[in-house]
């Protein structure tokens, strides 16, 4: 079984600033990970994905998130937020051995970018 | 290349009736998913189609259920509708039953009243 807890249901940071959403997982078999972002009235997009390569994942839009076995932890960073950032983003997990379409979320963080 | 679409995209219907959400998968995608998105949480796995027959499926009613078309489409019928089915319905498409990539449809958004 696999579980994803996202640690701050809000994150609110000024243009420019550093980005960090943070995602702790629980699976019972190696991982395969993944960030999603979800803008108003649409369908999730993927952002990035881990799945056992490097443990730095660089995505689209300048995020990258590193996977830490150790902590059980796939947090999201973008060095400098803009104010196109502001969306809701996912954390979601799978077993290694089951299809991409059978993850589990997050309930979400939702990031506000102040000017 | 169209990626995946869903219809329609906003559903409004009475308690105790019956809906179909449709959704045609990305142009070459085989396996298609269904996701309920309630109000302010994350995604909750519904089933998972391919090769027309359901091959996983998550903690709901007999009430969801699914069929996969020859073509690869889909369709999610709900039946006898509470209150509580009230959400977004994501579909998710990917490449194969064991592709790490899904993408995701810009959802069916259903209101029950």
């Known amino acids: 079984a696999q579980s994803v807890t996202q640690l701050g249901s809000h994150v609110s940071v000024s243009e420019g600033a550093l980005v960090l959403l943070r995602c702790n997982y629980s699976?019972?078999?190696?991982?395969?990970l993944f960030w999603y972002v979800q803008y108003p009235n649409q369908g999730l997009q993927l952002l990035l994905k881990y799945t056992s390569a490097a443990t730095l994942v660089k995505g689209i839009n300048g995020f990258e998130a590193e996977f830490k076995k150790s902590e059980t932890s796939f947090h999201l960073t973008k060095p400098s937020a803009h104010m196109s950032d502001a969306a809701e983003y996912f954390c979601?997990?799978?077993?290694?051995?089951?299809?991409?379409?059978?993850?589990?979320f997050g309930d979400g963080t939702t990031l506000t970018v102040k000017p | 290349d169209a990626g995946v679409t869903q219809s329609p995209t906003h559903l409004i219907k009475t308690r105790g009736q019956q809906v179909t959400l449709r959704c045609s998968p990305k142009s070459g995608h085989d396996t298609v998913s269904w996701y309920q998105q309630a109000l302010g949480q994350g995604p909750q796995f519904i089933f998972q189609?391919?090769?027309?027959?359901?091959?996983q499926r998550g903690n709901f009613p007999d009430r969801f259920s699914g069929h996969q078309f020859p073509n690869y489409s889909s369709e999610l019928n709900v039946n006898a509708l509470l209150l509580g089915d009230s959400a977004l319905y994501l579909c998710a498409s990917s490449p194969g039953p064991r592709n790490t990539e899904a993408f995701f449809g810009q959802g069916t958004r259903l209101t029950v009243v």
């Open positions: 189609y391919y090769e027309e027959e359901e091959r």
């Open positions: 699976s019972s078999v190696p991982p395969y």
């Open positions: 979601a997990v799978k077993g290694s051995n089951t299809n991409a379409g059978k993850s589990t």
